[in-house]
């Protein structure tokens, strides 16, 4: 019985992680990566850095899943890439972070756009600002 217990709870928890995650991304495991997949299909690069033992980075992710605009936005225009800052300390440095989460949009020679570093005080409000002024 509590086997059954516990393989339900890993089952749903599963779907949960798959559910939440946004779909449509093409996603790169470098930025290296991104950006060759940018210059391809002729779209900017979505760079998110989170940690696991960010406290807001799981608020925000909650946010990017639930927000069918910034979905949209990042379909259309962007190549997304996930880093974990403690894996990449070289390049946070390199952008000024001090912690996660943090935002930058590249152009396809990897050139920052712009960025946001920290938790926006808007949540994913200010990020879909910052992916529209990016695209244009």
């Given at each position: 019985m509590n086997k059954l217990v516990y393989l339900a709870v890993i089952v749903i928890l599963l779907g949960m992680v798959y559910f939440l995650t946004p779909k449509g991304q093409s996603q790169a495991e470098t930025l290296e990566e991104g950006i060759a997949l940018a210059?391809?299909?002729?779209?900017?690069?979505?760079?998110y850095i989170n940690a696991p033992w960010c406290t807001y980075c799981p608020l925000l992710e909650e946010e990017f899943a639930q927000s069918g605009e910034f979905q949209q936005i990042i379909d259309e225009h962007y190549i997304w890439v996930t880093l974990d800052f403690d894996r990449n300390l070289a390049l946070a440095q390199q952008f000024g972070l001090r912690g996660p989460?943090?935002?930058?949009?590249?152009?396809?020679?990897?050139?920052?756009?712009?960025?946001?570093?920290?938790?926006?005080?808007?949540?994913v409000q200010d990020v879909i600002a910052m992916l529209k002024e990016a695209s244009k």
């Open positions: 210059k391809e299909q002729d779209k900017l690069v979505f760079l989460p943090a935002m930058i949009v590249f152009d396809q020679n990897g050139n920052v756009i712009t960025g946001i570093p920290g938790y926006p005080p808007n949540g």
